[in-house]
């Protein structure tokens, strides 16, 4: 079945290292999110990007970048991770007709 | 930007029941609104949703009312049953940008038998 996958699905980390997270999707869709969830937050929109080209800020991009490094790749990544960016990391997919589908998520825990 | 509300934090029904969420939006350029399912530890999944130009939606227990003229929307689930328990998000955006939602704060729902 064509899905949205994420790797890894749980990471521990220091504070101030670097760190990816990936997401690659089988569902041909041109569109490509990354949300962030904190309890009782619901889910924030960090990054998006609507084709290989576009990419935009999301309502909480400081102290995130990513790389769209083709239609089926989204990665976001953390040039110096801090503790309060532990959370639940998802990738969701869209066309410009469908609904988001979202992938398994990521635990990040910065330490 | 967009501003979604959501309501209750937490909501604890017996089985059998309806149950109730509702949320509030600021943006009138929003004219879709989905609502999400997440049971514990697994991935939001798209439960129904509905478009600006209608003002309910059903499918089977579940259904979905919205009042564009007050910025609100609602989800019903009727006949309630154990399986109902999971987190319930609301959201919204402009249809063409699907993906990019601006979410409520999320129900707990807790169906007891």
């Known amino acids: 079945d064509a899905d949205v996958t994420q790797t890894p699905r749980n990471r521990i980390t220091k504070t101030g290292k670097r760190i990816m997270l990936e997401c690659s999707q089988t569902?041909?869709?041109?569109?490509m999110y990354w949300y962030r969830q904190d309890p009782g937050l619901g889910l924030r929109l960090i990054y998006y990007?609507?084709?290989?080209?576009?990419?935009n800020k999301g309502e909480i991009s400081d102290g995130y970048s990513v790389s769209r490094q083709a239609q089926a790749k989204f990665s976001l990544s953390l040039e110096s991770a801090i503790p309060n960016q532990t959370a639940l990391y998802f990738c969701?997919?869209?066309?410009?007709?469908?609904?988001?589908?979202f992938g398994q998520g990521t635990r990040l825990t910065v330490v | 930007g967009e501003n979604v509300e959501q309501h209750p934090s937490t909501l604890s029904v017996q089985e059998g029941d309806s149950a109730v969420i509702k949320c509030t939006y600021s943006d009138s350029a929003s004219n879709y609104f989905p609502w999400y399912k997440q049971e514990l530890g697994k991935r939001p999944q798209l439960i129904i949703d509905i478009r600006s130009n209608v003002g309910e939606k059903k499918d089977q227990r579940i259904a979905v009312t919205l009042n564009k003229t007050a910025k609100h929307f609602s989800l019903h689930i009727t006949e309630t049953q154990p399986e109902d328990s999971a987190v319930y998000f609301c959201?919204?955006?402009?249809?063409?940008?699907?993906?990019?939602?601006?979410f409520g704060a999320g129900t707990q729902v807790v169906v007891t038998p």
């Open positions: 569902k041909g869709h041109d569109r």
């Open positions: 990007s609507f084709d290989v080209k576009d990419i």
């Open positions: 969701a997919t869209s066309d410009s007709v469908a609904e988001a589908f």
């Open positions: 959201a919204a955006s402009e249809t063409d940008s699907w993906g990019k939602l601006q």
